[in-house]
T-cell receptor, first 112, second 112 residues
Framework: SQKIEQNSEALNIQEGKTATLTCNYTNYSPAYLQWYRQDPGRGPVFLLLIRENEKEKRKERLKVTFDTTLKQSLFHITASQPADSATYLC???????????FGPGTRLSVLP | DSGVTQTPKHLITATGQRVTLRCSPRSGDLSVYWYQQSLDQGLQFLIQYYNGEERAKGNILERFSAQQFPDLHSELNLSSLELGDSALYFCASQAIPKDTQYFGPGTRLTVL
């Protein structure tokens, strides 16, 4: 069956460290994958998109990798700050579908 | 501010009742998606409209229906409400298929 998993429900890290979040998928062949940030009670906000032919994408302190062989995307936040605390969602496009499928999310807490 | 508006922000109603949630997409976006997010649950795709026509259906109950009007705003109708329908309902708009989705602030529905 098709599945999207994100490494853990919650991740706690110390301020200044690099946070690494994982998104694994099964029985999908996405053309691209997106990462969103969601704060409690608010709508998700788009962060980064990476296509299947791209190995890595960066935006300021954020970095995303996409390994279609491993069927995995890694999302890194370097020099993390308490303001980075939020839930991070990965989303992919089932190739033959118009709609996105979202992972369950990882709740990141950056401790001062 | 994503440019997507949703009303109302909060809705409290009783079991068996019917409610209508409204969404206005970003200016120029033809596609509207509806999602349900229950407590501690991921985003569940309900339905997508593109320029007034239904394009994709997810896990939408028969008690729920939606439509997109000529001015591109969309409404999600929930009827015969049950306690389990209590959730955050988000709409998202998209300029072109498989592009980034921009989420509204959500409507929090509480069924008592």
């Amino acid at each position: 069956s098709q599945k999207i998993e994100q490494n853990s429900e919650a991740l706690n890290i110390q301020e200044g460290k690099t946070a690494t979040l994982t998104c694994n998928y099964t029985n999908y062949s996405p053309a691209y994958l997106q990462w969103y940030r969601q704060d409690p009670g608010r709508g998700p906000v788009f962060l980064l998109l990476i296509r299947e032919n791209e190995k890595e994408k960066r935006k300021e302190r954020l970095k995303v990798t996409f390994d279609t062989t491993l069927k995995q995307s890694l999302f890194h936040i370097t020099a993390s700050q308490p303001a980075d605390s939020a839930t991070y969602l990965c989303a992919l496009d089932p190739v033959k579908s118009q709609n996105f499928v979202f992972g369950p999310g990882t709740r990141l807490s950056v401790l001062p | 501010d994503s440019g997507v508006t949703q009303t109302p922000k909060h809705l409290i109603t009783a079991t068996g009742q019917r409610v209508t949630l409204r969404c206005s997409p970003r200016s120029g976006d033809l596609s509207v998606y509806w999602y349900q997010q229950s407590l501690d649950q991921g985003l569940q795709f309900l339905i997508q409209y593109y320029n007034g026509e239904e394009r994709a259906k997810g896990n939408i109950l028969e008690r729920f229906s939606a439509q997109q009007f000529p001015d591109l705003h969309s409404e999600l109708n929930l009827s015969s409400l049950e306690l389990g329908d209590s959730a955050l309902y988000f709409c998202a708009s998209q300029a072109i298929p498989k592009d980034t989705q921009y989420f509204g602030p959500g409507t929090r529905l509480t069924v008592l």
